[in-house]
């Protein structure tokens, strides 16, 4: 059963796994570790007969651990995929991660260094592997046109939590001998075994409010089946190149990201004589500005396009790596900072939910997919064929075009004696039952019995999320825009349309995620072949407007349907909203 989409307590849950993993990210990654392990360990480190400083190690130590997750993750990925197990990976990245935290007690010196190291390392593994599977969640438990702000809104939780425990830490650093120890170095090991506690707990916590596995068969060989995965994925990327150019461009993008992260703090340290308390300050800092950082760029996201505020939050970045390669002070060290604060949250955030709007909604296991050099595909003309509905009289099934995937049909087969609406088919001639006349304005919740999707759409009767300027009702009906261009919804209506009392315009209000086309339609119920159509410019996105067409030109006395097609012509154009529709 698939969770319900936007759902307040799912969002939460969700977003609280970030209040979990992120002590790793501040306290291990960032602001207490690095000090702390070139400290501890001997400045010159001999490894397998090879030589490093203990600031390399340390950058080698992470480059390790995301060069074993860059090749574990997608196999791990694929097995995840084929055994619907998403959640139980993500509690074993997490215990294995939390675990490693908390084993950095034992790393109490140059004797040890090996423990802080290797628990380094496997900690790294832990938080980038769990990451693989909470970022999955997102295109399940959440809608498109919500994607940036629920992203924004985890990494707000991270940065909160994450904060919030790194305080607690620095308390006990800074008053140690008021809790009875005779240096630091005590309660900095304390607070890794604080980090590996915070994070197993708030996610076991987490992982209550998740949806749960796919409760599938018993399934064998599968991690041959995940390696078959991966393979199924690859093919599938060279029908997609927008993804394929997206994660190409995130791999490098990422690799930027997380070696500021990682190295600034100890380049600080080094290069610039940061004493330790000005350094997490400093941290501290960047982790404020980083919440606000998040919630910008998804405005941003929401005012133009996610395009627009990745390459935004990209060229500062830019400009910000090539600044410090000229910084020599400290004043200039904490200009850059700032700036980093403002768009590492951004980058992220948005990284994270444009791959996710890259992906195809309602992806499952009724998808069959047949190569073009298959031999049903050769002859056929077909390369993919999806169930897109299935009841007791209905089977809905859609064909994509070998040559062209933009093209497709649809084959609905019911029953001989299945009554079909809009005529067409066997049995009796269609009967029109429907009782709704205009005007609609969906404050009773109940019209939407005489709704119907195409081209993949989805509509439900919801509170006005966005309840502002001309239209402050309760009610209004959304609707989802399938992946096809000519995605829409439609209503049979009681009576003809009468435009000869001197009412000749149909007007509805309508809020847009983006500016476009919305087609208005009108059609006879028995005769869908008979219609009339107005294409109506919608120049206003996210707010409220009110836009109509005029049909005074048209017969309307055999129209008794309304279509709608918001976003006309664009695929996927993402969630509209609908109220009070009247005629004039």
Known sequence: MKPIMNDKKIVN?????????????????????????????????????????????????????????AFMSPILSGIADYSGRKKYFLKIFTILGSLAC???WFFDGAGTYWIGTLGFIIATIGFAGALVFYNAYLPEIATEDQYDLVSAKGFAYGYVGSVILLIIILFMISKHDMFGFPTEKTPIRIGFLFVGVWWLFFGFISFKGLPNDLNKEKRDNIVQKGFQEI?????????????????????????????????????????????????????????????????????????????????????????????????????????????????????????RSTYSKLLDEGEDD???????????????????????????NELTIRYVDVADATTAWYLRLVPEDFPIDGGGGGGEDPVNTSTLTLPIDFEDGSDTSQWEAFGESTFAVVDNPKSEGINTSSKVLETVHGFETWAGIFVNLKDKFDFTSGKPTITLKIWAPVTGTLKLKME???????????????????????????????DASKFDRLVLFPGWDVASAGTFYLDDISQK
């Open 102 to 104: 908390s084993a950095l």
């Open 366 to 392: 009724t998808t069959i997919s047949i190569s073009g050099n298959a031999f049903l595909g050769m002859y056929t003309g077909v390369r993919e064929y999806q169930i897109t509905k299935l009841t007791e």
């Open 524 to 554: 006879n119920f028995a005769k869908p072949t008979e219609n009339t159509e107005k294409d109506i410019t919608v120049d206003t996105a996210n707010e409220w407007v009110e836009v109509s067409a005029d049909f005074s030109d048209v």
């Open 231 to 351: 393979k199924n994925v690859f093919a599938e990327l060279q029908d997609r190149p927008n993804i394929k150019r997206f994660l190409a461009s995130f791999f490098f993008c990422s690799a930027g990201v997380q070696t500021v992260i990682y190295v600034a703090s100890i380049f600080a340290k080094d290069e610039l004589a940061f004493e330790s308390t000005e350094l997490i300050t400093i941290i501290l800092l960047l982790q404020l500005v980083g919440i606000i950082g998040a919630f910008l760029f998804a405005y941003i996201s929401k005012q133009t396009t996610n395009k627009t505020s990745l390459i935004i939050s990209i060229v500062i970045w830019i400009i910000i790596c090539v600044t410090a390669f000229f910084v020599s002070t400290k004043p200039q060290f904490y200009m850059i900072a700032a700036t980093v604060g403002l768009v590492m949250g951004g980058i992220q955030s948005m990284s």
């Open 13 to 69: 849950s969700w977003a609280l796994f970030d209040w979990a993993n992120s002590a790793y990210a501040l306290v291990i990654s960032t602001a207490i570790f690095p000090i702390y392990f070139t400290a501890n360990t001997p400045e010159i480190v001999h490894i397998l007969g090879l030589e490093f400083t203990n600031s390399s190690l340390y950058t080698f130590a992470v480059s390790f651990s995301y060069i074993i997750i």
